[in-house]
């Protein structure tokens, strides 16, 4: 995803406006409008502003990776779960915990079956 897929995202996920975003930022809403289109690129200033105010890493917004961090999914889930309430989160770990064990009894079945 583009800078502005990545941007969009972030604002739906917050159920706000460019325009709520653009007077939250100090910014105008044409510019934050222009960077959703892809028509525009922000400033590095504007960049740790936007990184800061959504809680993510200037690589998420750019959708850079090194190589070492491609997964994707895990940057969404850390962020996904920082949003959450404490007993949200409590439930997201219990849950996970419970995905897990599930695939530990997957792979021993496995194992008994392919003996």
Request: aromatic residues 8%; glycine residues 4%; contains cysteine.
């Amino acid at each position: 995803m583009s800078f502005g897929n990545n941007l969009r995202t972030l604002i739906e996920e917050r159920n706000m406006t460019q325009k709520e975003l653009a007077q939250q930022m100090n910014i105008a809403p044409s510019t934050i409008g222009s960077y959703v289109q892809n028509t525009r690129e922000p400033d590095f200033a504007t960049l740790k502003l936007l990184a800061g105010y959504f809680d993510v890493s200037i690589d998420y917004l750019l959708d850079y990776s090194s190589g070492e961090t491609e997964n994707h999914q895990e940057d969404e889930m850390l962020r996904i779960f920082r949003s959450l309430t404490e007993e949200q989160k409590n439930i997201c770990i219990e849950q996970c915990r419970v995905f897990v064990c599930m695939n530990h009894k997957k792979k021993t079945k496995k194992r008994k079956l392919s003996s």
